[in-house]
């Protein structure tokens, strides 16, 4: 087997060790999506009214529209928490490992950008399954036609979180970034409530959230469990994906960088 | 043959100044110290000879391949031991080796026996199913090295290897790396204790970003203990 496959296999493998050692995050990372689509969905279920806009074909209940922002959601936290993980890695020292191997930087990063995504996903069909079971369905070949979706949004969220990871120097400066970053990018997204809805409030935070890349990756997943391909919220999540990662590889040029500063 | 040779490095983190043009040279399969206070600039030094860092100016050589223009060929022979460590507490010994092996392209049959002899080397077979957080500071250390040793490197760093170690484990590991240069690997032992530098050892002393002397430990002692020299060299008082 090649040395890139060898250690795109060792990376992801680790992700999903490191994964199963913390079986709390897991649960974690289920219940903070279903409290919103449980608790919160039901709630305002009677506050919104939704009319039909694509990829909808009938009128839809608050708990169905949200689902595919809190797919969302869960690869936001996630891309966030392993980028938590990267600053951890290197305060103590593992991320030394990684980037003093002989092979590629951008190549060992972009594993960990996959092998993180791929615990993501595992996660989002975990959610699905459990809306399932509370009569929260998407038509059935929506299962499947997702993942692609969830893979793309799930690399641009992780690039997000890999290039927070090579500018933030201390685990203590993480909490403000999340704050600035997660909380932002969710509510000023279509995740909870329709553009045009936020549109009809200010067309400001309107339009703040018609460039906010995370819109664009919750309609590339919110068509995809409908079949339906959204190819302007997929350029744009493949473009911030590219600008993510790119700025991520310079962070973690070691002609710039901060690894180890304090050591 | 030079196996590991530095010229001209400097690094500097904003105003204060952590190298100063810093040269020298360890010839291949000798056993070098790089004796240094606290603060002297040994891990800046070791950033930039493990490409953590890259010096604005200055060359490094590692084993015949220059790390600026052909960084994969001079980390490949470079085997590294960094002063925190860099285990996985979660993972077997075993599997902290495994992917090691994995980031230098190696795995399958050649990585498991690979493994197994390295753990052998070190009288660590016998942990190999024990999570690293079970070890103790001595076996830990001794998992590392074996680690370093795995892709058969031709050049060894250590930053402080022996941090946090009783005396017994100290001067096993330090007969080890001994050992080690003597059977042709080119060592370099960062430390600030001068009981582990032995009078035939080369010797690099660093203080204050610059280097103040180089030659064989006996030679830099000149008739003193070399605990008295050092510190008259660096103005220390014991």
Redesign the interface.
């Given at each position: 087997?090649?040395?890139?496959l060898?250690?795109l296999?060792?990376?992801v493998v680790?992700e999903a060790?490191?994964f199963i050692?913390q079986r709390e995050r897991f649960v974690a990372a289920l219940v903070r999506p279903l409290v919103w689509l449980l608790v919160f969905a039901a709630g305002f279920r009677a506050a919104l009214g939704l009319s039909i806009i694509p990829p909808y074909q009938t009128y839809i209940t608050y708990e169905t529209y949200i689902v595919p922002g809190l797919c969302g959601m869960i690869l936001l936290f996630n891309g966030m928490q392993s980028s938590l993980s990267l600053v951890y890695d290197r305060e103590?020292?593992?991320m030394?490992?990684?980037?003093?191997?002989?092979?590629?930087r951008g190549w060992?990063l972009f594993c960990k950008l996959l092998g993180s995504t791929a615990i993501s996903i595992l996660q989002v069909y975990a959610f699905l399954a459990i809306a399932a079971f509370f009569d929260i369905r998407m038509p059935a070949l929506g299962y499947i036609t997702v993942l692609p979706a969830l893979i793309v949004a799930g690399l641009m969220l992780g690039a997000l979180g890999l290039l927070l990871s090579s500018f933030i120097k201390q685990l203590e400066n993480f909490a403000g970034v999340m704050n600035f970053v997660i909380f932002p990018m969710f509510f000023l997204s279509s995740a909870l409530y329709p553009l045009w809805k936020m549109a009809e409030s200010s067309e400001l935070l309107h339009d703040i959230c018609a460039v906010n890349p995370f819109t664009h990756a919750v309609e590339l997943i919110r068509f995809a469990l409908y079949v339906e391909l959204n190819g302007p919220a997929l350029l744009w999540t493949l473009l911030a994906t590219a600008v993510f990662a790119g700025v991520a590889l310079v962070g973690y040029d070691?002609?710039r960088?901060r690894?180890?500063?304090r050591? | 043959m030079s196996g590991l040779e530095a010229t001209g490095l400097s690094y500097a983190?904003g105003a204060k100044q952590a190298l100063d043009d810093v040269s020298f040279s360890v010839s291949s399969g000798a056993f070098c110290a790089l004796l240094g206070p606290n603060g002297a600039g040994k891990?800046t030094l070791f950033?930039l000879l493990?490409?953590?860092?890259?010096a604005p100016s200055g060359q490094i050589n590692i084993a015949g391949h220059d790390l600026r223009a052909s960084?994969?060929?001079a980390?490949?022979q470079?085997g590294?031991v960094?002063?925190?460590?860099?285990?996985?507490l979660?993972?077997t010994v075993q599997?902290n080796l495994?992917?090691?092996?994995?980031?230098?392209?190696?795995?399958?049959r050649t990585a498991a026996t690979r493994i197994d002899a390295a753990l052998d080397q070190l009288d660590m077979r016998e942990r190999a199913k024990e999570k690293a957080r079970a070890l103790n500071g001595g076996h830990r250390r001794r998992t590392e090295i074996a680690r370093a040793l795995l892709h058969d490197p031709s050049v060894l760093l250590l930053d402080e290897p022996t941090v946090g170690l009783d005396a017994a484990a100290r001067a096993s590991i330090t007969d080890y790396a001994h050992a080690l240069a003597a059977a042709g690997k080119t060592v370099l032992w960062a430390t600030h204790l001068t009981d582990e530098v032995r009078a035939q050892d080369d010797l690099i002393i660093l203080h204050r970003a610059r280097i103040l002397a180089q030659g064989t430990a006996q030679d830099i002692a000149g008739g003193h203990s070399l605990q008295d020299r050092f510190l008259s060299m660096t103005g220390q008082t014991a």
């Open positions: 087997m090649s040395a890139y060898t250690s296999r060792a990376i680790r060790l490191r050692h103590m020292g593992s030394k490992l990684l980037l003093t191997s002989p092979l590629p060992l070691p002609a960088t690894i180890g500063r050591g | 983190y891990s950033n493990t490409r953590l860092f890259v960084p994969r060929q980390l490949a470079l590294i960094f002063q925190q460590t860099t285990l996985d979660d993972l599997q495994g992917y090691f092996a994995a980031l230098h392209g190696l795995s399958g």
